[in-house]
């Protein structure tokens, strides 16, 4: 937040900066409302652009093994133009080197879900996947998985959702 913010002051600064030397090499003074009203407009589009570039900058430092398997895409009434163009506000990825097959449960996978929000801490979960009855189930970290466990013990969440981890999980 602190680099997002002292970033969007240099932006200004240098756009004050232009225009201020454009203005001096035309021997004029600028009018009194363009500096301000330009600091504004380019604080607006520096910060648009990074708030919809925030998801590709994250994925792209992501290692290799990691598979975002679902976009989450919002709009906001501040931000009327992502009404139009939502916007990517958190995801959700799956690490691939973390996948692990149940030995005695043919089809029941543990991976790592990691989801990742702006603004927010990055959370990793070890999700066991259903894939022959299409259900799924969050566990508490460093839970050991075993037969009895997938019967007993889980809080399972029926259906394919969300669809991506499925199809991420289930093609193995």
Known sequence: MFITLLVTACVAALVAGI???????????????????????????????????????????????????????????????????????????????????????????????????EGNPTLSLPVVVDCVRHRRATLAPQTPLDPAMLIDALTWQEGRYPGGLFDAVCAE
């Open 19 to 117: 225009l201020l030397l454009v203005f001096k090499a035309l021997g004029r003074r600028p009018p009194k409302v363009l500096i301000p009203a330009a600091i504004g407009l380019s604080i607006l589009v520096f910060v648009t652009y990074s708030r919809y570039t925030w998801a590709d900058l994250m994925v792209a430092r992501l290692p290799d093994s990691v598979t975002v398997i679902e976009r989450y895409r919002e709009s906001a009434f501040y931000e009327p133009w992502t009404y139009l163009w939502p916007r990517v506000t958190h995801f959700a990825a799956i690490d691939r080197a973390t996948l692990a097959a149940h030995q005695r449960a043919p089809g029941v996978y543990l991976v790592e879900m990691i989801l990742v929000a």
